[in-house]
C-alpha cells in the first residue's frame, strides 16, 4: 500500500550543485506530477506528465527538468541549483477518469 | 488579483466548536473542488471532492460550492484535536485534460484540547 514514494526526504544542495529528486508510484496512475511548496505559500505546479514519454511545462518550470520513461516514474532534475529553489517539492499522480491526485511526503530541499 | 484566495490564519477554536474554512476563487472555469488536509512536514491528502456546486458530506466534514458567488467552504462538526493541520482547498478546470490543480495557501487550524 506504498501510494506514491519519494526520496529522498532531505536533502542539502550547496549553489551549482545538480540532483535528481525521486518519485514513484504503484498505483498504474498515467499522471504524474510535481509541486513546490513554500513557507506561507500554496502549492506551484513544476511539470506533469499524462504517460510514460509525454512531459509538459507547468507554472514554474525554470531550473528544472522532468522525464518519463515509465509509467511508474517521474524524476525531477535539477541543473545548477539557485536558493531560489530552497522548498518542499511534491510529487503526486492520478487516474484518468477522476483525475484526483495523490501526493508522496515531498522532498526537503535547501539550496545553500 | 490572485485566481484562488484563503485566509492563511492561524484559526483557534476549542475543542467541541464548528469550523468553518473558505475560499473564493475569481475564474469561472474552474468545475472541481478539492479539500486537502496537510500536517506538518506531510503531503497533502484529499479530504474531499466536488464536481460544479451543491454540498456533500462525509462524516463530520461537509463541502459547499457556490459557483454564482465564486466560494468553496469546509464545515468540521465537533473538532478534535487532530484536526489541527493546514487545510488546503483545490481545483481545476472541467474536461479529460490532466490540469494540475490550482492551491490557495493554505488555513492554519489549531484545535485547543
Same mark, same amino acid.
Given at each position: 500500500?506504498?501510494? @506514491?514514494?519519494?526520496?529522498?526526504?532531505? &536533502? #542539502?544542495? /550547496? #549553489?551549482?550543485?545538480?540532483?535528481?529528486?525521486?518519485?514513484?508510484?504503484?498505483?498504474?496512475?498515467? *499522471?504524474?506530477?510535481?509541486? +513546490?511548496?513554500?513557507?506561507?505559500?500554496?502549492?506551484?505546479?513544476?511539470?506533469?506528465? @499524462?504517460?510514460?514519454?509525454?512531459?509538459? /511545462?507547468?507554472? @514554474?518550470?525554470?531550473?528544472?527538468?522532468?522525464?518519463?520513461?515509465?509509467?511508474?516514474?517521474?524524476?525531477?532534475?535539477?541543473?545548477?541549483?539557485?536558493?531560489?529553489?530552497? $522548498?518542499?517539492?511534491?510529487? %503526486?499522480?492520478?487516474? &484518468?477518469?477522476?483525475?484526483?491526485?495523490?501526493? !508522496?511526503?515531498?522532498? +526537503?530541499? $535547501?539550496?545553500? | 488579483?490572485?485566481?484562488?484566495?484563503?485566509?492563511?490564519?492561524?484559526?483557534?477554536?476549542?475543542? !467541541?466548536?464548528?469550523?468553518?474554512?473558505?475560499?473564493?476563487?475569481?475564474?469561472? %472555469?474552474?468545475?472541481?473542488?478539492?479539500?486537502?488536509?496537510?500536517?506538518?512536514?506531510?503531503?497533502?491528502?484529499?479530504?474531499? *471532492?466536488?464536481?460544479?456546486?451543491?454540498?456533500?458530506?462525509?462524516?463530520?466534514?461537509?463541502?459547499?460550492?457556490?459557483?454564482? $458567488?465564486?466560494?468553496?467552504?469546509?464545515? #468540521?462538526?465537533?473538532?478534535?484535536?487532530?484536526?489541527?493541520?493546514?487545510?488546503?482547498?483545490?481545483?481545476?478546470?472541467?474536461?479529460?485534460? %490532466?490540469?494540475?490543480?490550482?492551491?490557495?495557501?493554505?488555513?492554519?487550524?489549531?484545535?485547543?484540547?
Amino acid at each position: 500500500n506504498a501510494g @506514491v514514494t519519494q526520496t529522498p526526504k532531505f &536533502r #542539502i544542495l /550547496k #549553489i551549482g550543485q545538480s540532483m535528481t529528486l525521486q518519485c514513484t508510484q504503484d498505483m498504474n496512475h498515467n *499522471y504524474m506530477y510535481w509541486y +513546490r511548496q513554500d513557507p506561507g505559500m500554496g502549492l506551484k505546479l513544476i511539470y506533469y506528465s @499524462v504517460g510514460a514519454g509525454i512531459t509538459d /511545462k507547468g507554472e @514554474v518550470p525554470n531550473g528544472y527538468n522532468v522525464s518519463r520513461s515509465t509509467t511508474e516514474d517521474f524524476p525531477l532534475r535539477l541543473e545548477l541549483a539557485a536558493p531560489s529553489q530552497t $522548498s518542499v517539492y511534491f510529487c %503526486a499522480s492520478s487516474d &484518468r477518469a477522476k483525475n484526483i491526485q495523490y501526493f !508522496g511526503a515531498g522532498t +526537503r530541499l $535547501s539550496v545553500l | 488579483q490572485k485566481e484562488v484566495e484563503q485566509d492563511p490564519g492561524p484559526l483557534s477554536v476549542p475543542e !467541541g466548536a464548528i469550523v468553518s474554512l473558505n475560499c473564493t476563487y475569481s475564474n469561472s %472555469a474552474f468545475q472541481y473542488f478539492m479539500w486537502y488536509r496537510q500536517y506538518s512536514r506531510k503531503g497533502p491528502e484529499l479530504l474531499m *471532492y466536488t464536481y460544479s456546486s451543491g454540498n456533500k458530506e462525509d462524516g463530520r466534514f461537509t463541502a459547499q460550492v457556490d459557483k454564482s $458567488s465564486k466560494y468553496i467552504s469546509l464545515f #468540521i462538526r465537533d473538532s478534535q484535536p487532530s484536526d489541527s493541520a493546514t487545510y488546503l482547498c483545490a481545483m481545476r478546470y472541467s474536461g479529460g485534460g %490532466a490540469d494540475g490543480l490550482t492551491f490557495g495557501k493554505g488555513t492554519h487550524l489549531i484545535i485547543q484540547p
